[in-house]
Protein backbone atom coordinates (compact mmCIF):
# COMPACT_ATOMS: atom_id res chain seq x y z
CA UNK A 1 0.00 0.00 0.00
CA UNK A 2 1.18 3.43 -0.83
CA UNK A 3 -0.15 6.92 -0.23
CA UNK A 4 0.44 9.76 -2.50
CA UNK A 5 0.03 13.21 -0.77
CA UNK A 6 0.17 16.12 -3.65
CA UNK A 7 -1.20 19.62 -4.07
CA UNK A 8 1.60 21.74 -1.69
CA UNK A 9 2.50 25.14 -2.93
CA UNK A 10 3.56 28.15 -1.91
CA UNK A 11 0.49 30.75 -1.37
CA UNK A 12 0.08 34.20 -0.09
CA UNK A 13 -1.60 35.00 3.53
CA UNK A 14 -5.50 34.56 2.92
CA UNK A 15 -4.55 32.27 -0.26
CA UNK A 16 -5.62 28.66 -0.38
CA UNK A 17 -4.59 25.36 -1.27
CA UNK A 18 -6.48 21.15 -1.70
CA UNK A 19 -4.16 18.39 -0.18
CA UNK A 20 -4.53 15.04 -1.68
CA UNK A 21 -4.00 12.01 -0.36
CA UNK A 22 -4.02 9.14 -2.70
CA UNK A 23 -4.11 5.15 -1.65
CA UNK A 24 -3.38 2.63 -4.06
CA UNK A 25 -2.42 -1.19 -3.56
CA UNK A 26 -4.50 -4.53 -2.75
CA UNK A 27 -7.10 -1.91 -0.34
CA UNK A 28 -9.72 -3.52 1.09
CA UNK A 29 -10.99 -0.53 3.22
CA UNK A 30 -9.82 2.59 4.54
CA UNK A 31 -10.49 3.71 8.20
CA UNK A 32 -9.57 6.78 9.65
CA UNK A 33 -7.55 9.17 7.18
CA UNK A 34 -5.61 12.08 9.05
CA UNK A 35 -3.24 14.95 8.79
CA UNK A 36 -0.22 16.13 10.19
CA UNK A 37 1.69 18.88 9.80
CA UNK A 38 5.53 19.48 10.99
CA UNK A 39 6.61 23.07 10.93
CA UNK A 40 10.35 23.60 11.27
CA UNK A 41 11.92 23.22 14.90
CA UNK A 42 8.39 21.94 15.80
CA UNK A 43 6.58 18.72 16.72
CA UNK A 44 4.66 16.79 14.33
CA UNK A 45 0.64 17.64 14.86
CA UNK A 46 -2.73 16.20 14.55
CA UNK A 47 -4.81 18.92 12.38
CA UNK A 48 -7.32 17.09 11.01
CA UNK A 49 -9.11 13.43 11.24
CA UNK A 50 -12.09 11.65 9.49
CA UNK A 51 -13.79 9.07 10.44
CA UNK A 52 -15.15 6.13 7.71
CA UNK A 53 -18.24 7.00 8.99
CA UNK A 54 -17.66 10.58 8.16
CA UNK A 55 -16.91 12.21 11.70
CA UNK A 56 -14.61 14.91 12.02
CA UNK A 57 -12.20 16.45 14.69
CA UNK A 58 -9.85 19.69 13.77
CA UNK A 59 -6.93 21.01 15.83
CA UNK A 60 -8.29 24.60 17.06
CA UNK A 61 -6.09 26.53 15.26
CA UNK A 62 -7.34 25.49 11.58
CA UNK A 63 -11.34 25.32 12.87
CA UNK A 64 -13.16 27.57 10.72
CA UNK A 65 -10.74 27.80 8.23
CA UNK A 66 -9.92 23.89 6.93
CA UNK A 67 -12.22 20.91 5.59
CA UNK A 68 -11.41 17.51 5.88
CA UNK A 69 -13.04 15.24 3.21
CA UNK A 70 -12.60 11.72 1.59
CA UNK A 71 -14.05 10.32 -1.62
CA UNK A 72 -14.10 6.24 -0.70
CA UNK A 73 -14.54 5.31 -4.38
CA UNK A 74 -11.52 7.04 -5.24
CA UNK A 75 -9.54 5.89 -2.26
CA UNK A 76 -8.93 9.56 -1.63
CA UNK A 77 -8.50 11.99 1.04
CA UNK A 78 -8.78 16.05 0.70
CA UNK A 79 -7.39 18.93 3.19
CA UNK A 80 -8.93 22.48 1.42
CA UNK A 81 -7.10 24.60 3.77
CA UNK A 82 -8.70 28.52 3.04
CA UNK A 83 -7.66 31.92 4.59
CA UNK A 84 -4.13 30.21 5.36
CA UNK A 85 -1.85 31.91 7.40
CA UNK A 86 2.06 32.52 7.75
CA UNK A 87 1.50 29.72 10.58
CA UNK A 88 0.53 26.95 8.53
CA UNK A 89 3.44 26.99 6.71
CA UNK A 90 4.56 23.54 7.66
CA UNK A 91 5.44 20.00 5.58
CA UNK A 92 1.94 18.07 5.72
CA UNK A 93 1.87 14.35 6.06
CA UNK A 94 -1.31 12.04 5.61
CA UNK A 95 -2.11 9.38 7.47
CA UNK A 96 -4.28 6.38 7.08
CA UNK A 97 -5.47 3.27 9.00
CA UNK A 98 -6.15 0.94 5.84
CA UNK A 99 -7.21 -2.94 5.84
CA UNK A 100 -5.40 -4.75 2.83
CA UNK A 101 -5.86 -8.28 1.35
CA UNK A 102 -3.57 -10.74 0.84
CA UNK A 103 -2.81 -10.58 3.68
CA UNK A 104 -5.93 -9.32 5.64
CA UNK A 105 -4.73 -6.83 8.05
CA UNK A 106 -5.32 -3.41 9.30
CA UNK A 107 -2.23 -1.29 9.51
CA UNK A 108 -1.56 2.50 9.48
CA UNK A 109 0.45 4.02 6.82
CA UNK A 110 1.89 6.97 6.19
CA UNK A 111 2.32 9.34 2.64
CA UNK A 112 5.23 11.47 2.01
CA UNK A 113 5.06 14.75 3.16
CA UNK A 114 4.19 17.72 0.67
CA UNK A 115 5.40 21.38 1.67
CA UNK A 116 3.08 24.45 2.50
CA UNK A 117 4.36 27.72 2.08
CA UNK A 118 2.62 30.60 3.04
CA UNK A 119 4.40 34.03 2.87
CA UNK A 120 3.62 37.36 1.91
Known amino acids: VQLQASGGGSVQPGGYLRLSCAASGSILSINAVSWYRQAPGKQRELVAR???????NYADSVKGRFTISRDNAKNTGYLQMNNLKPEDTAVYYC???????????????WGQGTLVTVSS
Open 95 to 109: NADITTTGPFRTANY
Open 50 to 56: ITSGGST
